[in-house]
């Protein structure tokens, strides 16, 4: 061992790992665009990995691990479940983790247009996973961090609380709730398709109160109401097929399955 290594491991710290698979970088970005941030999390934690931000490598055991990106292919699908027997917790960092984001909607799209848009050479080796899927279909995750990219602030307010032996609880009410803080107008009066009513907030309604839809980035509440969302956005004159290709763009996953179990596949017929 040497001596770098031998000193890390006696720090009694806990060991922690950031990783990424298939997905832009964003997630991982988010974390280390913000130079204090990063320095009270490397304070804090004995970092292992984080290839933004060393070149070392480590394949040893981990008490937390955050993945960001979705499974699209085997070499993703292999690299989860190898960290996931390495590591104590598993955090599933960023939408495409949590719920395929971008990537998976590959399983709606025409596949005569994903013909056209894929790098022709590439095909055969990127698609060997048909459907692109969020890690938490792959393996167990013990916290999922939402968020196309995660809101800077609440992974540093969930490294703080994991680090106090605290349990961290995912913001539970829907953007709305903190969208109507800023007394803004509604997006839905100006016939937009807001997913405000049904995504789990925890974002500062970010995109709302900057004049943007929510588009669902976070994910669904638990107890998101369907019927009556879509019953609003028919009053709006908003179709349904319309409000369900929005509802795909970041958690189409999670959404056809809610939508499912509610109606034995009436709504996830729609498009
Ligand atoms: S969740 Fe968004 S920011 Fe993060 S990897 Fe996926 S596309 Fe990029
Ligand atoms: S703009 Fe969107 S998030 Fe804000 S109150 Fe209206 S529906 Fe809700
Ligand atoms: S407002 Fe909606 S789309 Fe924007 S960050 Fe929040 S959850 Fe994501």
Known sequence: MTEEKKETTETGKPKVAFHDITGCQGC????????DELLDIINAVDIKEFR????????GPLDICFIEGAVVNKEDEEMVKKLRER?????????????????SLKNWADPKNLE??????????????????PITKFIKVEYSLPGCPPDRDEIKKFVKEILLGKQFYSYPDPV??????????????EGKVCLGPITRGGCRAVCCHNG?????????TDDAQF??????MEEKGIDATTVKKHMETFAGVEINEALEKIQEGKWAKLH
């Open 227 to 232: 019927e009556e969302y879509f019953k609003l």
């Open 176 to 189: 709305c709730r903190e969208c109507r803080l800023f007394e803004n107008g509604c997006l839905l009066d």
């Open 116 to 133: 056209r848009l894929q790098y022709q050479k590439k095909h055969e080796q990127m698609i060997d996973v048909p459907n692109p899927m």
């Open 212 to 220: 943007f839809e929510c588009y669902g980035c976070r994910g669904i």
């Open 87 to 103: 590591s104590k917790v598993v955090v599933a960092l960023g939408a495409c983790a949590t719920h395929g984001n971008i990537p």
């Open 52 to 59: 933004f931000i060393m070149g070392e490598k480590y394949d």
């Open 28 to 35: 991982v970005l988010s974390v280390i665009f913000n130079e």
